[in-house]
């Protein structure tokens, strides 16, 4: 998974609670992504970006917000609006934003809802 | 809209035998694709891509995939298994020539392979 670290690896959820998933990377890279991994879906966007200050929804963005504010972080926070955050989060990165490039993924946080 | 079928929830091999883990796509325009692994609880590795060209393309540990236009189809490929390859599979695809990576990525819902003694 090397130069992406993804914090905690383990997170609970509270009713009504916000919670943020850490991203960071030391791989110099552009672009960055969150997918959310629910068993025998695959991997589902969340958010995108491209470069630094700017950002996109993917597929699935409601309930969720991002920031990236800085090259090698992007956080994702879990708002209460999410109903079913129960998953395997993971984030990856890309050095730019090309379709024959390669992502690079951390090592995932998995949330749970107590 | 692209889309990707591994038709198979699990796969079954024994160690020292072939094995084929299945991909099939569908895409406008020329396809870009992608097998990645996941080890239990960690991330997505990237094992190798076709792009262009030759169309057996060789990757990580041994690994190999072989694009058939035809059957639009991209079967990943080892001829002898190992206990320690038993992991989830993950074909993606994209449409070539467009801009964006990750974003423009469909990913298939993954095959776990088991390789038993």
């Known amino acids: 998974d090397g130069g992406i670290t993804q914090s905690p690896k383990y997170l609970f959820r509270k009713e009504g609670q916000n919670v943020t998933l850490s991203c960071e990377q030391n791989l110099n890279h552009d672009a960055m992504y969150w997918y959310r991994q629910d068993p025998g879906q695959g991997l589902r966007l969340i958010y995108y970006s491209q470069i630094v200050n700017d950002f996109q929804k993917g597929d699935i963005a409601e309930g969720y917000s991002v920031s990236r504010e800085k090259k090698e972080s992007f956080p994702l926070t879990v708002t209460s609006a999410q109903k079913n955050p129960t998953a395997f989060y993971l984030c990856?990165?890309?050095?730019?934003?090309?379709?024959?490039?390669?992502?690079?993924f951390g090592s995932g946080t998995q949330l749970s809802v107590l | 809209a692209q889309s990707v079928a591994q038709p198979e929830d699990q796969v079954n091999v024994a160690e020292g035998n072939p094995l084929t883990v299945k991909c099939t796509y569908s895409?406008?325009?020329?396809?870009?694709l992608f097998w990645y692994v996941q080890y239990p609880n960690r991330g997505l590795q990237f094992l190798l891509k076709y792009i262009t060209g030759d169309n057996l393309v060789k990757g990580s540990y041994g690994f190999e995939a072989e694009f058939n236009k035809s059957q639009t189809s991209f079967h990943l490929k080892k001829p002898s298994a190992l206990v320690s390859d038993s992991a989830l599979y993950f074909c993606a695809v994209t449409a070539g020539g467009l801009t964006g990576g990750g974003n423009k990525l469909t990913f298939g819902t993954g095959t776990q392979l088991k390789v038993e003694l």
């Open positions: 990856a990165s890309s050095p730019g934003a090309r379709a024959n490039e390669k992502l690079f």
């Open positions: 895409v406008s325009g020329n396809p870009y």
